[in-house]
């Protein structure tokens, strides 16, 4: 692992995938033995934001969707296992507990809540792209696995409380058919889902342990629905967590490189040990 994470503004197709401000202070920051401090850097990214006009005490969601892609676009260059990425959770981190002005987003604090955060992860998931060339295809999958890297570590650190989005990711990797095996689409989505348990595993094991078989309302039932090779209920349960288990095992067979195959399995072994230490009777 290099101790220095070259940052770029620009994708390789000459999209800025990151803002200039944010972009410097970041640059800077995320460097092993930087002099900028974890809250200067939250402090100087809160400066970017614009201030209320006249008596107003609320602000437009513009600059907050620009700043929150910003970020992905960061967090999918630093790999998961660099200290950088660490240091990136910090900044959204020290950012919640900078003093509450009053100002709002959407009617959420600023920036106690990270107002619009949620909205800009939701509408990343909409990926990962396509493309027909192999090395760019590769690097876009890299970028979506480092990206929901970032998201299970935000998850684990309780910097925000998506408790959705690991089930989403965990159904798509184990409880839908992936054809063909031995692809880079199934390295890709057992590696993303494997992510989820790495960085967030203690927080769905205390949610499992609290409430083994949750009781869901009808909208939570339908956006957390099994897929289809899971007969079992929606939502974080205890005979789910325990069939994502097996399916990391039977699908680390099937993988393409040994990398994703070794993840799994170390995921699938993971998840064995937290159940006997903290989910079985």
């Not at 972009?23 to 614009?50: C, E, H, R, V």
């Amino acid at each position: 692992m290099a101790v220095r994470i070259e940052l770029k503004q620009i994708d390789l197709k000459g999209k800025k995938i990151v803002d200039e401000s944010v972009f410097n202070i970041l640059n800077d920051y995320l460097q092993l033995g930087s002099s900028t401090s974890t809250s200067q850097a939250a402090i100087a990214i809160s400066k970017l934001a614009p201030e209320p006009s006249g008596e107003e005490k609320t602000l437009s969601d513009e600059f907050f969707f620009g700043l929150w892609k910003s970020i992905i676009g960061v967090a999918e260059q630093i790999p998961p296992d660099h200290f950088a990425q660490d240091k990136l959770v910090g900044v959204l981190r020290e950012l919640t507990l900078l003093p509450d002005s009053g100002v709002t987003v959407w009617g959420a604090r600023l920036w106690t809540d990270l107002p619009v955060l949620g909205a800009v992860f939701r509408e990343h998931l909409n990926g990962p792209g396509h493309s027909a060339d192999e090395e760019e295809q590769g690097q876009i999958d890299l970028a979506w696995i480092r990206f929901h890297a970032f998201s299970a570590k935000l998850i684990g650190a309780g910097v925000v409380h998506f408790e959705n989005q690991p089930i989403w990711m965990l159904r798509e990797a184990l409880e839908e058919q992936k054809n063909p095996v031995k692809s880079s689409a199934l390295d890709r989505d057992l590696i993303t889902a494997a992510m989820y348990i790495e960085f967030s595993g203690p927080v769905l094991v205390e949610a499992l342990a609290a409430n083994p078989e949750p009781e869901l309302s009808d909208e939570l039932r339908r956006i957390l629905k099994a897929g289809t090779l899971f007969s079992g209920g929606s939502g974080l349960r205890l005979d789910r967590w325990s069939y994502w288990t097996k399916r990391f095992r039977e699908e680390a067979e099937k993988t393409k490189s040994e990398k994703a195959k070794a993840i799994a399995l170390r995921t699938a072994r993971l998840m064995e040990v937290w159940t006997n230490a903290r989910l079985s009777n």
